[in-house]
């Protein structure tokens, strides 16, 4: 383990009993794994190979080469993305530098279902501009009160739909789709009111990130 990573947990775990909870947590880990994820692990990701490469195709030779004009705006020009069986909607992002740059998704079950990472991967990548609508159009009070962390979490998903426009509009209606399912519900006739209804974002906050995306494609 390298100094920073040892540094840092001795900034969480502070005590002797914290540390000792840490050890024995991350001793079960270590036998749980050896005794049945990591196999399991493997043979479920020979089964998802075909979606591994259909994700990988639309991502390289679709998505990316569009939302490259985005993604040197937002300083993710490039790094990786990684599919995890554990996730769906919700990604996890960690920013580095334009070049080292990670979103973890969720990992499709067959190539049919290849859209659901992208569509996950666009939820994470308005990160830095949903947070900066969040920030300039809460109040204090409101981000005390927890208020803004909630909205934060509808801005992620109605900023990734604004991000999804700009790539047509079947994949737009695909991603509210996904989302859509992911909260729950099975969508109508009407999916655009239906996604509206269901992830509820002030009108400001809307129009802050969607102007800040017109900004990333060089609209303004």
């Known amino acids: 383990m390298s100094a920073a990573a040892l540094a840092q947990f001795a900034l969480i775990f502070r005590t002797r009993e914290e540390r000792d909870f840490a050890r024995k947590f991350a001793?079960?880990?270590?036998?749980e794994r050896e005794k049945f994820h990591h196999q399991w692990w493997v043979a479920e990701s020979r089964r998802r190979d075909p979606a591994l490469a259909a994700v990988d195709s639309i991502?390289?030779?679709?998505?990316?080469?569009?939302?490259?004009?985005f993604l040197n705006h937002i300083q993710q020009s490039d790094g990786?993305?990684?599919?995890?069986?554990?996730?769906?909607?919700?990604?996890?992002?960690?920013?580095?530098?334009?070049?080292?740059?990670?979103?973890?998704?969720?990992?499709?079950?067959?190539?049919?279902?290849?859209?659901?990472?992208?569509h996950c991967v666009l939820h994470e990548l308005v990160g830095p501009l949903t947070a900066a609508a969040v920030e300039d159009n809460t109040t204090p009070a409101e981000k005390r009160?927890?208020?803004?962390?909630?909205?934060?979490?509808?801005?992620l998903v109605r900023g990734g739909a604004?991000?999804?426009?700009?790539?047509?509009?079947?994949?737009?209606?695909?991603?509210?789709t996904f989302y859509l399912?992911?909260?729950?519900?099975?969508?109508?006739?009407?999916?655009a009111a239906e996604f509206t209804a269901t992830f509820v974002l002030p009108d400001g906050m809307i129009s802050s990130i969607d102007r800040q995306i017109a900004v990333a494609f060089g609209g303004i």
């Open 80 to 118: 990786q993305i990684i599919l995890s069986t554990v996730l769906e909607g919700e990604g996890r992002t960690v920013t580095d530098d334009k070049k080292n740059n990670t979103i973890t998704c969720g990992f499709p079950e067959t190539r049919e279902r290849a859209m659901d990472a992208i």
């Open 59 to 69: 991502w390289q030779l679709t998505i990316r080469p569009k939302l490259q004009p």
């Open 162 to 176: 604004l991000l999804a426009a700009k790539l047509g509009v079947d994949v737009a209606r695909s991603y509210m």
């Open 27 to 31: 001793l079960s880990l270590r036998s």
């Open 181 to 191: 399912r992911a909260a729950g519900r099975e969508p109508g006739s009407d999916v």
């Open 145 to 155: 009160s927890g208020v803004a962390d909630r909205l934060q979490a509808a801005a």
